[in-house]
């Protein structure tokens, strides 16, 4: 598994001389990037008319024949493109890698123009550079990062709430690999993005069969249920995170109708200063209230020893919702953490087919639309008369949540083409094996 960190990294001996070194760096790489983008995708294009000339061809062998007719692989062809330009070549090359990858990886969705082709500007352009020949050293207590021979770094980890200096030690050590990272420059200070490739430990895991059901939820932004039945004690932070929210919706609506007769030459950057700087805390609190939620998930699975998670596919939510905490909340960003903190763990992920989780009652199994409450949808009341629960106010999200738990759970998601082809052939072996019980 690879991670990011991002550490702040200050430069050792004259810090104007190398802060502006960097920034010519900076500029330079963002018209390398966009000249490697433009001659990457036309030799993947140009790869793909070749291979459908030549369909006898594996790809060994389409790669081989490309080659020898163009001089250089496709790969090649993208580094080749960076040559021209004065740039070390530990970061031609580590813009080349990044792209390569990205490019090649993503060409079906460009090819069907489901993507636009990435491009870059010079105020945002990171300095990507390769692992190799980048060493990190600790000398009393101090961790230096030599970029180059004249380029050399001091990190500093501040109060290192993110045990950083932990993580760099055994990178130091070898005990996890150093991928190749970028350096970012944020106004006055600079940034090391090192990447690092571990093994995620596994957790002991006593019942495979058991499952946490997890259902975003008006309630609560998530509502946690096991398969088994038993209780499990809610992340309750709903209130907190909508008032939040809603203070900083009144801030940029004030602010907005405010601007609107502002005045003056100083141009609209100057003027979109603070509704830019709300905008920006309250993308960071809900990237941070997200972080703690899945964290809590996690920490749950490694207390419980529970070994799987099942989550709703939550592909086109907003479609036909009303519910302003639906539409304002990055449920997707929330899903990526708490997948890929499982990921670490050796936690498997499944998705589950959102449809009536709501309107079932995870009892008796029936669906009713009328069991949820019109007025207030965090009440469910079950109204089949055989049912133990008929009668009996529950709340929505954990009814939806035991029902999430207990659900046939893909490891694709449902809705996606391979979770399409995954279902299918999940309902074929279900048709194999009742034919086989019958003979």
Same mark, same amino acid.
């Given at each position: ?105 993503? $060409? ?5 123009? /489901?993507?636009?082709?990435? &491009?870059? !500007?010079?105020? #945002?352009?990171? +300095? %990507? ?40 030690? $055994? ?5 996890? /690999?150093?991928?190749?990272? &970028?350096? !970012?420059?944020? #106004?006055?200070? +600079? %940034? ?248």
């Amino acid at each position: 598994m690879i991670k990011t960190r991002k550490i702040e990294i200050i430069p050792v001996g004259d810090k104007k001389e190398i802060t502006q070194t960097l920034k010519n760096w900076s500029e330079l790489s963002c018209q390398v990037a966009n000249e490697v983008v433009r001659k990457t995708v036309f030799n993947i294009l140009r790869f793909e008319d070749f291979r459908k000339e030549n369909p006898e061809l594996n790809l060994e062998q389409a790669n081989k024949m490309y080659k020898e007719k163009y001089g250089l692989s496709v790969r090649a062809l993208s580094y080749d493109a960076t040559k021209k330009y004065e740039l070390p070549s530990i970061i031609r090359g580590g813009i080349s890698n990044l792209l390569y990858k990205t490019l090649n990886t993503e $060409k079906n969705n460009i090819l069907k123009n /489901k993507i636009s082709i990435p &491009s870059f !500007t010079k105020d #945002k352009m990171p +300095i %990507f550079f390769l692992s190799a020949n980048t060493p990190i050293e600790k000398k009393d207590d101090i961790v230096f990062f030599k970029l180059m021979k004249n380029v050399v770094f001091k990190l500093n980890f501040g109060r290192d709430r993110s045990n950083n200096m932990s993580i760099i030690d $055994k990178i130091i050590s070898g005990e996890y /690999k150093f991928c190749d990272s &970028s350096i !970012t420059l944020v #106004k006055n200070k +600079i %940034f090391l993005n090192i990447s690092f490739e571990f093994e995620s430990q596994k957790i002991v895991v006593e019942n495979p069969e058991l499952f946490l059901g997890i259902d975003l939820g008006i309630n609560r932004p998530i509502t946690m249920a096991r398969s088994d039945g038993q209780y499990v004690r809610q992340i309750d932070l709903g209130n907190c995170m909508l008032e939040a929210r809603f203070q900083f919706q009144n801030r940029r609506k004030s602010l907005s109708k405010g601007l609107r007769f502002a005045k003056g030459g100083h141009g609209r950057n100057e003027k979109m200063k603070k509704l830019d700087n709300i905008r920006n805390k309250e993308h960071n609190f809900i990237e941070t209230m997200n972080h703690k939620i899945s964290k809590n998930v996690i920490d749950y699975c490694k207390e419980q020893k529970i070994g799987r998670i099942k989550m709703e596919d939550i592909t086109g939510i907003t479609k036909d919702k009303n519910e302003y905490f639906f539409k304002s909340w990055p449920y997707y960003q929330l899903q990526t953490m708490i997948k890929y903190k499982a990921d670490e763990c050796g936690i498997v992920v499944e998705y589950v087919d959102p449809k009536n989780t709501s309107k079932k009652c995870h009892c008796c199994g029936e669906i009713n639309e009328d069991s949820r409450d019109k007025i207030d949808v965090s009440k469910y009341t079950c109204l089949n008369l055989k049912c133990d629960l008929f009668g009996k106010t529950q709340d929505a999200d954990i009814n939806a949540a035991k029902n999430i738990s207990v659900s046939e759970g893909f490891t694709e998601k449902p809705k996606s083409k391979k979770g399409r082809i995954e279902t299918w052939k999940k309902k074929q072996k279900n048709i194999e094996e009742s034919l086989t019980e019958l003979v």
